[in-house]
């Protein structure tokens, strides 16, 4: 997890949060911090003091540290102090940041095709395929199973997605008959997408520079990333007057306030709205 040395406050704290069954990147995250924090102080974090906290943000804010860097050590040390220290309420008065509310980069369906017509692969263009025909995060791809495509049902099956939760998507018939070319030239038996590693699945590194050397090849002057296609397959759905719930479940939001920010950037919804002033009638002279 870390090169540094493991004294007996991080052991603990890697265990409290194995008990836990945070993922490994959470927990390398959540060192990060209390290590960070452990320099700043110049002593270990278990002698700290409230106004320690509150100096360690400043010093934070002061290095122009991101909304999400920000909060990203509040989680940590609020982890920290209550449950591994039991330091009930030491730091509670940690101050969150909001996020700027950026509404996210979308591609109009014309570029989407010219996208993934410009993949430098058959296994990619499938790949990028299953992001913008089923909405999968990067790490839903990588982690898929030839046992997950259900032709007979038509349904792809997500295994433990975000938050370790199950889901189905749908399995449009393009989509299943260019998975099957993709199956009949490299005949996948475990991994959908496999990596050059044997054994390993294809990495989101990989996946991502597939993506740009297809935009590129695309000539699209919009910033694109493995994500851009998932809000690209909320963003056209809603646009065809899909139901927001059923957008939800399909993209495996816990809340719907995450799904129905697309409603500020379906274009043709908005366009199709009616301004009030086209149903005003001047006043009669």
């Known amino acids: ?110 570029e989407v095709a010219l996208l993934l017509h410009c993949a430098p692969s058959l296994k990619h263009k499938a790949a990028l395929s299953v992001a913008y025909g089923c909405g999968l995060r990067v790490s839903e791809i990588v982690h898929l199973k030839v046992a997950d495509i259900d032709s007979a049902r038509m349904l792809v099956r997500v295994e433990q997605g975000k938050g370790r939760k199950d889901r189905y998507v749908m399995l449009s018939p393009e989509l299943l008959e260019l998975l099957r070319a993709w199956w009949r030239t490299a005949r996948p038996q475990g ?36 994500h851009t296609l998932r809000h690209c397959f909320a963003t056209h759905l809603l646009e065809r007057k899909t139901d927001v719930r059923v957008i939800q479940a399909l993209l495996g939001h816990k809340k719907l306030d995450t799904t129905a920010r697309y409603t500020r950037v379906a274009i043709k ?12 009638r001047s006043p009669q002279p």
Request: hydrophobic letters at 40%; proline letters at 8%.
């Open 269 to 280: 919804t908005l366009g199709a709205v009616q301004s009030p002033l086209t149903h005003l």
């Open 191 to 226: 991994w959908l997408f496999p990596g050059r590693d044997a054994g390993q699945p294809i990495t989101p590194r990989q996946l991502n520079r597939a993506l740009k050397t297809a935009a590129a090849s695309a000539g699209l002057d919009k910033p694109v990333s493995m």
């Open 1 to 110: 997890m870390t090169s540094a040395p493991t004294t007996p406050l991080r052991q603990r704290m890697i265990e409290d949060m194995t008990i836990r069954q945070f993922g490994p990147k959470t927990q390398h995250d959540y060192v990060r911090v209390v290590a960070d924090f452990a320099r700043f102080l110049g002593r270990s974090p278990d002698q700290a003091e409230p106004e320690d906290l509150r100096r360690y943000q400043l010093h934070l804010a002061a290095e122009g540290a991101s909304p999400a860097k920000m909060n990203a050590a509040v989680s940590a040390l609020r982890f920290l102090f209550k449950v591994t220290l039991g330091r009930q309420g030491f730091g509670e008065r940690l101050a969150t940041v909001r996020k700027e509310d950026r509404l996210p980069e979308v591609l109009s369906p014309e």
